[in-house]
């Protein structure tokens, strides 16, 4: 054998063990442009330290990698490691991982999703109040809680006497939320500023004396509960005749029910517009300059009252309008001593339950719409 044969052959035996292989990326290279993403741990092809080609939608998230996101470039043809600071989850890169790290208008952390979303509730929201999916700041908040010995003008640390806090409320310079912390009140609540004022009342309930009474402003109640063992628990009112606009009492997604004998809801030299809100009890009163609306309110008849409840209107420029509501044995009365102006009564949309008879006899009636001006 010629000695040159063989080196020659030992040659070629060692330039084939030392070519690169195309699709691996052990050393965290791919040199082949048609393979141009390392999948280091397999997760997108399977197989470890393998380069793959991409063929992707741009700008998507494709996988995790530790901290970072895998996420097609703008032309769709590789991937980059997009670092999350917050780490990655199922949709990417996490926005938050605590509501430290969100803010108005979104300051609650899914941690679900990994992103921040608007609140849903007061419970969720360090000041105890969420309006319109944001947090409202504890500064613009003065509490109430029921039974305290002592009040303090502290942020969160409530005051004793409702009225001190509706002082506090209504002669800041911005008004601020009023929020009676949950629990058991059994004082008035009066508002007689003429001021805006908002109550939220999420977990607190009127009961035994306890009332709300407008008599100036503009006061915004949601979320109360009203078990009073007084006539006119609500009572939206102002004596003398006020000059116009009137006060203005609007409740959301409340509960007033009044025990009998007593009457849940009164309305003069005011106007007091209630929806998704209950109604139970005897008589409700709209007397002279008094507006009342009524939609999407359930009324019903006290269940230990053997006769119809009630909404009586007898005045002067009066306005009553219900609508989208159900009235379970509720017998709207109006009349007038005035011609001179207009009173308005419009009545659409509901649906009627009278019980009458001895056998208490039930029949339903949907009212479309039964519209005067008196």
Request: hydrophobic letters at 35%; proline letters at 7%.
């Amino acid at each position: 054998m010629k000695p040159g044969v063989a080196w020659v052959g030992f040659a070629f035996v060692l330039v084939a063990c030392t070519s690169p292989n195309p699709r691996s990326c052990a050393d965290g290279t791919c040199t082949d442009p048609s393979l141009p993403f390392c999948d280091v741990d397999g997760s997108l092809d399977g197989s470890k330290d393998t380069c793959i080609a991409v063929d992707c939608m741009p700008n998507t998230f494709e996988a995790c990698r530790g901290d970072f996101a895998i996420t097609c470039n703008g032309l769709g043809t590789d991937f980059d490691l997009v670092q999350c600071p917050q780490g990655c989850g199922t949709t990417g890169c996490s926005a938050c991982v605590q509501d430290a790290q969100c803010s108005n208008p979104t300051p609650i952390c899914d941690t679900a999703q990994q992103a921040c979303r608007s609140c849903a509730a007061d419970s969720e929201c360090a000041s105890a109040v969420c309006e319109l999916g944001a947090c409202v700041s504890e500064t613009l908040v003065a509490y109430v809680a029921p039974r305290r010995r002592e009040w303090q003008l502290h942020p969160r640390v409530p005051c004793a006497r409702s009225s001190r806090a509706v002082t506090i409320a209504t002669s800041a310079s911005m008004a601020p939320v009023l929020r009676l912390l949950p629990g058991t009140y059994n004082d008035l609540l009066s508002i007689a500023s003429p001021t805006t004022i908002k109550i939220v009342a999420t977990g607190a309930t009127l009961a035994g004396t306890g009332r709300l009474e407008v008599k100036s402003g503009n006061v915004d109640v949601r979320d109360l509960v009203v078990q009073s063992t007084v006539s006119q628990s609500l009572r939206s009112s102002a004596v003398p005749r006020p000059q116009p606009p009137l006060p203005t009492l609007a409740m959301h997604r409340s509960s007033i029910n009044a025990i009998p004998p007593n009457n849940p809801l009164a309305v003069f030299n005011c106007r007091a517009h209630l929806d998704t809100t209950q109604i139970s009890g005897d008589v409700t009163r709209l007397d002279d300059d008094g507006t009342l609306e009524l939609d999407r309110v359930l009324y019903q008849s006290p269940p230990t009252s053997g006769q119809p409840a009630s909404i009586f209107a007898f005045s002067k420029r009066l306005k009553l309008v219900i609508t989208n509501s159900q009235l379970e044995n509720v017998l709207p009365f109006i009349n007038t001593t005035d011609l001179a102006t207009t009173n308005v009564v419009d009545i659409a949309f509901n649906t009627i339950v009278l019980k009458a008879g001895r056998r208490n006899h039930v029949r339903y009636r949907r009212n479309l719409r039964a519209r005067r001006s008196l």
